[in-house]
C-alpha cells in the first residue's frame, strides 16, 4: 500500500480550490509551478519567488553524486571497499602500536636480567672482598683452600 497516495488522497480534501492535485507523473515541488502568476503568492506571504523552494535536507550518501548515480551493486561494492580500507588501517595502527609495545617489552625484560645480574655480580665481589680481607688478616691456608672451592 502506498502511504503517500493515501495521505495525497486526505490533503486534497483539504486544500483550497485554486491548488489543484499533482498530475500524474509530478512530483511533490510541481504544484507550486502550475498556479499562476507571481500575484497569487504575494497574497499568501509566501514571497515574490514561486520557484524558491525550501532547502531539502540530503543524507550522508547524497551528497556523493558520483555514489547516489551508481547502480546499487556498485554502491554495495564502494561501501565494502571504504569498509575494508578503514579495516586496513586500524589493522596497521594496531599492528605498529603492538609491535612497538613487544619491543618496549622486550627492552625491559633485558634492562631488568642485566639489573639481576649486575646485582649478582656485587654480591659476588662483596663476598670476595670479604674473603680476600679475612686471608690477608688471619694467613690461614684453610681460609685460602675454602676460598677457592666457593668460586670454582
Known amino acids: 500500500m502506498n ?11 483539504s486544500a483550497p480550490a485554486f491548488v489543484d492535485m499533482e498530475a500524474p507523473g509530478e512530483t511533490h515541488a510541481a504544484p507550486r509551478s502550475r498556479m499562476g502568476n507571481d500575484t497569487q ?9 514561486p520557484e524558491a523552494e525550501p532547502a531539502q535536507r540530503t543524507s550522508l550518501f547524497d ?17 565494502f571497499g571504504i569498509f575494508m580500507v578503514l579495516s586496513g588501517a586500524v589493522a596497521l595502527i594496531l599492528t605498529v602500536g603492538l ?34 680481607s679475612r686471608f690477608l688478616f688471619e694467613q690461614d691456608p684453610e681460609v685460602l683452600r675454602r676460598q677457592r672451592a666457593a668460586y670454582t
Do not use: C, P
Open 63 to 79: 551528497r556523493f553524486t558520483w555514489l547516489r548515480n551508481q547502480r546499487i551493486g556498485a554502491k554495495v561494492n564502494a561501501i
Open 99 to 132: 609491535s612497538d609495545i613487544w619491543l618496549r617489552y622486550h627492552n625491559s625484560a633485558a634492562i631488568q636480567q642485566s639489573i639481576v645480574s649486575a646485582s649478582s655480580l656485587g654480591g659476588t665481589v662483596g663476598d670476595l672482598r670479604y674473603n680476600t
Open 41 to 49: 503568492w504575494d497574497g499568501l506571504g509566501l514571497g515574490s519567488d
Open 3 to 13: 502511504m503517500m497516495k493515501v495521505q495525497d488522497e486526505r490533503e486534497g480534501l
